[in-house]
């Protein structure tokens, strides 16, 4: 027997794939705009593994986490992620940017190659306004990848289903299915996608799904010499990276735009965008 | 209906198109698509199938024990053999093949097997001072002010590991 | 290659832009298509008896635009092999997966209406046409069925209505989906907007309105015909009242954009004086719509204080700026929206190629094909009257219930 809760949850459940089918199929006969209101249909994988502890089976969910006052600008990261992943040149799954800040509120950006060769200690070249003529007040580098958002508007927007997210809740591109039309690149709000010039087809960070899934760390968290790039199962309260996101405050980029990342950052500024 | 013979014909018409179309698409959509979600399942596994090109220093301890050892025993930790040295992945492939005494003909005709190291460059990914990095970190303003500051001659050739062993940091003498 | 120049900070996977020329043609091209249909639906269904001079015509026009409307699409795609994707897996949650049904949805209606004007004609061709070959054309063409008395025709009406009925909003949801497509992309604020499907819809159907003047106009001055001049006084007036809502709509976004002065007003304000100052204020409003509001306007309030010979000259420039109008604003729209980074801090110079894929002639010769296409459907079905009727007089068809068979064949 279940219990009448278990009873109401399935018939909700049941409930709301017949909505979801009912929805699909409004949609194939051209009525577009009805559906939208039916937008949470699944594109997410949703097989269970078991949780790492046995017990109730809990999801592995992957998490990321960038301290940005530990990176040193070094590139590490963009350079493994590159090599890793076959990355063409003028592209970046992964890039490092840096700030820096003058005394009159005016900040400089820069992110040269993606910071793949490392950055020059080239401010007095740099293009500074004539009229600071001061030094800095303020500087630090920011690591940016994909952000694996829980509601993404990449997967949305794709029409042929080539962009789907993973039960761990990492988002990937079928490079089978992927017809090269580029809405999901407009429709990132991060700049995390590009059209791959050789594949022709939809390209971005994937956590290294490749590795992750043989209990490797992404490349870029592998190698970062200093430990900014934290990665593993936010699920797991023992896992590192619950204990940083339990001990530290984070953000994630534009929350405004409500894609709730799983990419999260500690010590961002105002001016990261 | 007489009149309508016309119609009959071309609804018979657009019958043909819909069924052809869905013909083909019975044939054409894989049939794993959909099955976890709107997209074709077997793409999470071939994204998982993938061998990875870093394959960590354990990996590479296996055929240089000698330098991870001093590597393991040193204080420049931070920095794995494959951050200077590049993905071991086609390395490893290339080199597994033949014999060590093979070795420097395999170089020639793989030379991208690994990244060549400058001595130089790889350092100053870290260690060049530059206002955003983070003032902890040990870090030099430029190599040939460093050099002369620290008694020794700087030429064109000149290259950090000249005077500093990367595996250790210990400075040479 | 394009070369693009950066300035300002720019996020690395943005120093390209991926949609051109191609996606400016595609919004440009339907565009057409929904407003031809709207002119010509408005004598078909709406009983303008006005503008029956162009009520075929608009209604083929739109339909060789269409035929092409794909073609920029399949030639910027990566994989245009995988086209069919689009049908075979949409995905519920994209607009752009509705393109297909939409898109095939309004082809076949347009067709069958198309079908149902010319049947008549087709008929009579069936038996008439001189060469063996072109009545096996038109047999085909007649689906083997040449019963057009009365009782047939009148069954076709009621249909058309029907369709016609169903196509108008048809016509809408293409043209007003093309516009959703970018005002629901939250990731950039030029595009981000509930406006944006308004707006294409209705510089859509002021280019398609112009595109039905422009060829009248020409056509009936290079066969040296009559020009109907209450046809023409009559598109004018439609256009002018377009125009001045979509116009304003237009401004009412930009407004909006300065008065609300979000985080990303910064950079589009920089955006606006200078990538697309040429493109937008002087040529999207000061040529495309400040101008034609006169030249037109002076046409709708003077009406026949202006000689007709002016007003038909009046019809063609004003036309003309207004197919200028609405291309600058799909450029501006499209190219705009990806002349500046997400990350608010740089922009990205774009020249047009002339040669190459997504090239300046590639598109002119996409542009031309619609043309072509009314070309080759001009010398297989006539595109200002009906043969039926009376072959000597192309113009004589008033209504389609005057429509009759000159002899019977049965």
């Known amino acids: 027997m279940t219990s009448p809760a278990d009873h109401e949850e399935l018939t909700r459940r049941a409930f709301l794939e017949k909505c979801a089918e009912a929805g699909a199929h409004t949609f194939l006969f051209g009525s577009l705009f ?16 078991v949780g790492p502890r046995g017990g109730t089976a809990k999801e ?86 994909c952000n694996h958002c829980i509601d993404t508007p990449c997967i949305q927007v794709c029409p042929v289903g080539a962009s789907y997210k993973t039960a761990e809740g990492v988002v990937l591109v079928d490079p089978q299915r992927c017809v090269g039309c580029g809405y999901c ?89 | 209906m007489r009149h309508a013979k016309h119609f009959v014909r071309l609804f018979a018409l657009l019958a043909v ?100 190291t400058t001595g130089t460059q790889e350092c100053l990914w870290c260690h060049l001072k530059t206002f955003e990095r983070p003032s902890a970190l040990k870090s030099i303003k430029n190599v040939e002010r460093h050099t002369i500051e620290k008694g020794g001659t700087f030429t064109a050739a000149s290259k950090c590991t000249d005077c500093h062993n990367p595996h250790t940091t210990v400075v040479k003498q | 290659m394009h070369h693009y120049v950066t300035e300002g900070y720019v996020l690395p996977n943005q120093t390209h832009i991926y949609w051109t020329t191609m996606i400016v043609l595609y919004p440009y091209i339907t565009g057409i298509v929904a407003g031809a249909f709207i002119i010509s639906s408005l004598y078909h269904v709406f009983g303008k008896q006005e503008l029956q001079p162009v009520s075929r015509f608009a209604m083929v026009m739109a339909f060789a635009f269409l035929l092409f409307a794909t073609l920029p699409l399949l030639n910027h795609l990566g994989h245009p092999e995988r086209a069919f994707n689009i049908m075979f897996t949409p995905n519920p949650t994209s607009a752009m997966a509705g393109f297909g049904f939409i898109y095939t949805a309004y082809l076949a209606i347009l067709a069958v209406e198309i ?31 040449t019963d057009v008395q009365e009782e047939s025709r009148r069954l076709d009406h009621r249909v058309m209505l029907v369709l016609a009925a169903i196509g108008i909003p048809a016509a809408c949801v293409l043209h007003g989906y093309v516009g959703f497509l970018f005002g629901a992309i939250k990731a950039n604020p030029w595009w981000a907007s509930p406006l ?50 979509d116009v304003t709509l237009e401004m009412l976004e930009l407004v909006n954009h300065a008065y609300v002065g979000n985080e990303d007003w ?93 090239g300046l002639l590639s598109a002119v010769a996409l542009f031309a094909l619609p043309f072509g296409a009314l070309f080759v459907f001009s ?32």
């Open chain 1, 34 to 49: 009805v559906t939208t209101a039916m937008m949470r249909l699944p594109q997410e994988a949703t097989s269970r593994t």
């Open chain 1, 60 to 145: 592995v969910i992957y998490g990321f986490v960038v301290d940005t006052t530990k990176c040193i600008g070094c590139g590490s990261c963009v350079r493994a992620c590159k090599a890793e992943n076959n990355v063409p040149d003028g592209y970046n799954r992964t890039w490092v940017e840096q700030y820096t800040f003058f005394p009159n509120g005016e900040v400089i950006v820069n992110s040269p190659n993606g910071g793949e060769n490392g950055f020059e200690d080239d401010l007095p070249e740099r293009n500074m306004p004539e009229e600071i003529g001061q030094l800095p007040v303020r500087g630090f580098f920011v690591p940016k990848l």
């Open chain 1, 185 to 273: 690149v407009q429709a990132c709000p991060f700049g995390s996608r590009f059209l791959n010039p050789e594949t022709n087809t939809a390209d971005k960070c994937t956590w290294c799904y490749h590795r992750i899934t043989k209990g490797l760390k992404p490349a870029c968290v592998e190698y970062c010499p200093a430990k900014a790039r934290i990665f593993g199962n936010v699920n797991d309260p023992y896992s590192e990276i619950s204990q940083i996101l339990a001990t530290n405050r984070v953000q994630v980029l534009k929350s405004y735009l409500g894609t709730r990342p799983r990419t999260r950052y500690i010590g961002l500024d105002s001016e990261v965008i």
């Open chain 2, 17 to 116: 198109v819909l069924i052809a179309f869905l013909a083909v698409r019975a044939q054409v959509v894989p049939k794993d698509f959909g099955t976890l979600g709107r997209f074709r399942a077997s793409a999470i596994k071939e994204a998982a199938m993938r061998e990875p090109r870093h394959l960590g220093n354990e990996a590479c301890s296996d055929c240089h024990a000698k330098v991870n050892d001093a590597w393991a025993a040193g204080k420049h930790h931070t920095p794995q053999c494959e951050n200077c040295h590049g993905p071991g992945l086609l390395h490893v492939k290339v080199m597994s093949e033949d014999s060590v005494a093979a070795y420097p003909d395999r170089i020639k005709a793989f030379p991208k097997a690994l990244r060549p």
């Open chain 3, 115 to 145: 079908w149902l004007v010319y049947r008549s004609d087709i008929a009579y061709l069936a038996h008439h046409a001189k060469a063996p070959a072109m009545r096996a054309l038109y047999w085909v063409l007649a689906l083997g069925v």
């Open chain 3, 196 to 245: 944006m499907p308004v707006i294409f819809l209705l510089s859509a159907i002021v280019s398609g309105i112009a595109m039905v003047l422009v060829c009248y106009i020409t056509v009936q001055k290079v066969k040296g015909r009559v020009i109907d001049t209450a046809c023409v006084q009559s598109l004018i007036e439609y256009a002018w009242y377009s125009l001045i809502i």
């Open chain 3, 266 to 358: 910064e950079i589009l304000k920089q955006l606006l004086t200078t990538k697309l100052f040429v493109s937008m204020f002087l040529v999207q409003v000061l040529v495309g719509s400040v101008l034609p509001f006169f030249l037109l306007g002076a046409v709708v309030v003077f009406k026949d204080r202006i000689a007709a010979a002016t007003r038909h000259n009046i019809g063609l420039v004003g036309g003309v700026l207004l197919l200028v109008q609405v291309l600058a604003m799909r450029w501006n729209v499209v190219m705009g929206g990806q002349m500046f980074s997400k990350s608010l801090r740089g922009f990205l110079d774009f020249k047009v190629d002339v040669f190459g894929r997504d």
């Open chain 3, 379 to 410: 010398n297989v079905l006539p595109l200002w009257g009906s043969i039926a009727t009376d072959p000597k007089d192309r113009l004589s068809e008033r209504s389609l219930d005057s429509v009759q068979p000159r002899r019977s064949w049965h």
